[in-house]
């Protein structure tokens, strides 16, 4: 009776804010308002609106006047790097002479996030045109940010794509009540990440504007990528971010009910607060690291190519509205075309190793190829993910991975060596817990103590950030996951981008990226995938070998028959297991004579500890299999 009433709470509460869309009343009041009080200080009267130099813009306006129609010149930046790629994005910020486009799928409160924030506000004050349109399920959480970001400048301009119920924060109840009475709309996200300045340079790719993605979270950090392409590609960059900016789902903040509403509250706010960061130093020490030549050439110039032929591909925003038509799909359709004409290897780096169908499809044609092309996949264990949900089906799908896809698979360690020393090189230490936003900035490079910190850490104005919180460990100390989404084929042109290669990115999502043709690129992305394969980064997943003969052919005869089930499938010894390497081996293959002798079986689910999210995990690999396409 309880849930009948529940659910029938649900169901009203949809059909009511279904109907609550604001009058254009309401609008316009509200654009009055903003229009009278917003922040009009102009920092800079110069003509160059006071750009900061930038070897990478400059890089950029040189490969654009190199290039010809027939003969396109880029200069293209492999961004592995969390701290160069943080320190990428401000200098540019900083450079920018015209104009800065943000595109993102999750925009939080914390340090980065403000960060980020605090210097686009900065260039907008002094006359740069700046526009950000954010993906509403995870981004600004906290409506009274956005109504201060209203009135923070008048060259700055931010929209929030698809809002549920036309609010800017979703509740649970609404959130609910999203599910049931829209969900395929509510389900249909913008999952893009570009940040253009100047139509010149851009930077895509798997980071979105959260600690986790720059190795500043104290708990749990991403092993992620970007590019930055500067040159011609840039131009397909600002007309995909244009046809995002006037779709009809990017929608104005006077728009939102509850900004809005918080608007017409209060027509008179205070300013844009000054910086308040957790970890000061840790900042200056970026910001600093921003506008020193030196550091920039040595970690983002030197490292550079220079490369002809780049594409920038996106899917439209009408994906989620015409899914059959082929030009919304278009990054989609690109992808799958580059993965089909292999003939050689494919490596393909994903956090979640669940294939759409058409992927299926794609990966059993080429395994069925005489000689088939070898498939390398680096993704998640369930001790390294946050999704344990879309691990389980992973889990799952195992045998068919192996087997009928010839897929060799490595899943990360929770405290991989490599994704350690990243963490290491992005962070600067305070040697007490000094919350101080005006400190003196670090000498960059200088490495001091610091205070750890927690899981949950308060935001813009007090506010938390929502925090996906992965299976807890036998093992002790800081973890990391993989987020980065990198295809590379036949070591001859290469992919780093937004897309996972799983039904909601073939689908439900909007996605992006950059394929570039050049075999030097694509050797560096090689290697650094194929470095998180190691065995002191990840395990080896492989058939499972029987301890009793007899015993063990009939648990696996059971187990390849419940595999097959789409519900009830409860068999728990599964045809394929993680493998560790043991000491004084040198790394193989599963399908070398020597494995057994030099890999040792490590479980089903290695370090994880016992705990709910592990039996859901079973759980979902049992009875949830069909709902694989929306995790």
Not at 87 to 97: C, G, K, P, T
Not at 99 to 104: A, F, K, N, R, Y
Not at 139 to 156: G, I, Q, Y
Not at 219 to 248: C, I
Request: overall charge negative; aromatic content about 8%.
């Amino acid at each position: 009776m309880r849930l009948r009433c529940g659910l029938f709470v649900i169901v009203l509460l949809a059909v009511l804010l279904q109907g609550c869309t604001l009058t254009r009343a309401r609008i316009q009041k509200a654009d009055t308002i903003v229009a009278a009080s917003v922040d009009q200080q102009l920092t800079c009267h110069s003509p160059d609106h006071c750009a900061t130099p930038s070897p990478l813009l400059d890089a950029a306006d040189q490969a654009l006047a190199h290039s010809t129609p027939d003969k396109p010149e880029h200069i293209v930046t492999l961004l592995d790097d969390s701290e160069a790629a943080l320190v990428a994005r401000i200098n540019l910020i900083r450079a920018a002479r015209q104009s800065i486009d943000v595109q993102t799928y999750i925009w939080d409160e914390d340090d980065t996030g403000e960060l980020v924030l605090n210097e686009l506000i900065a260039a907008a004050r002094r006359g740069i045109n700046v526009r950000i349109v954010a993906d509403q399920l995870f981004s600004f959480e906290d409506p009274v940010v956005l109504e201060k970001l209203s009135r923070a400048s008048p060259n700055l301009q931010v929209r929030i794509y698809n809002p549920t119920f036309q609010n800017s924060r979703t509740p649970p109840l609404e959130f609910a009540a999203g599910l049931v009475c829209c969900f395929i709309k509510f389900n249909q996200r913008m999952h893009n990440k570009l940040l253009l300045v100047d139509d010149a340079i851009g930077i895509t790719g798997g980071r979105n504007y959260q600690d986790r993605y720059f190795n500043w979270d104290n708990d749990y950090d991403y092993v992620d990528r970007d590019v930055m392409v500067g040159g011609p590609a840039a131009q397909a960059m600002a007309s995909s971010f244009e046809l995002f900016w006037n779709h009809k789902r990017s929608v104005p903040l006077t728009h939102l009910r509850d900004v809005n509403r918080l608007i017409l509250r209060d027509p008179n706010p205070p300013p844009w607060p000054a910086p308040h960061y957790a970890n000061p130093s840790r900042v200056a020490s970026a910001q600093a690291e921003a506008e020193d030549s030196e550091w920039l050439t040595e970690h983002l110039i030197e490292p550079s190519l220079v490369i002809s032929k780049v594409e920038y591909f996106s899917d439209r925003p009408g994906k989620t509205e015409n899914p059959d038509k082929r030009d919304a799909r278009e990054f989609t359709m690109r992808l799958m075309r580059l993965v089909t004409d292999a003939k050689q290897e494919v490596v393909l780096q994903t956090p979640y190793l669940v294939m759409s169908s058409r992927a299926r499809r794609l990966f059993k044609k080429l395994h069925n190829e005489a000689p088939p092309p070898k498939i390398i996949v680096s993704t998640n264990s369930l001790a390294s993910t946050d999704a344990f949900a879309v691990y389980a089906v992973s889990y799952k799908r195992r045998r068919t991975y192996l087997t009928k896809y010839g897929f060799d698979i490595y899943e990360m360690k929770p405290h991989a060596e490599i994704a350690n020393a990243a963490y290491e090189q992005a962070n600067v230490y305070d040697e007490e817990d000094d919350d101080d936003a005006t400190s003196e900035p670090a000498t960059p490079g200088l490495k001091h103590k610091r205070a750890p910190g927690t899981e949950r850490r308060p935001g813009l104005f007090g506010s938390n950030g929502r925090r996906n919180r992965p299976a807890p460990l036998i093992s002790a100390g800081r973890r990391f996951g993989l987020h980065a989404k990198s295809i590379v084929v036949d070591n001859d042109l290469a992919m780093v981008g937004t897309h996972n290669f799983d039904p909601r990115s073939d689908h439900y999502n909007t996605e992006a990226g950059v394929i570039i043709y050049d075999q030097r690129f694509a050797s560096q992305l090689r290697e650094s995938i194929m470095q998180s394969t190691l065995p002191e980064n990840a395990w080896v997943i492989a058939e499972r070998k029987p301890v009793i003969p007899v015993l063990g052919n009939i648990s696996l005869a059971i187990s390849n028959v419940s595999a097959k089930l789409p519900f009830f499938d409860i068999w728990p010894f599964r045809y394929a297991t993680s493998y560790d390497i043991k000491p004084g081996c040198a790394p193989l293959l599963p399908t070398d004579p020597n494995f057994e002798n030099c890999y040792a079986p490590a479980g089903d689910f290695p370090d994880v500890d016992i705990s709910p999210k592990l039996i859901y995990t079973r759980f979902i690999t049992a009875f949830g299999a069909g709902v694989q396409g929306v995790l």
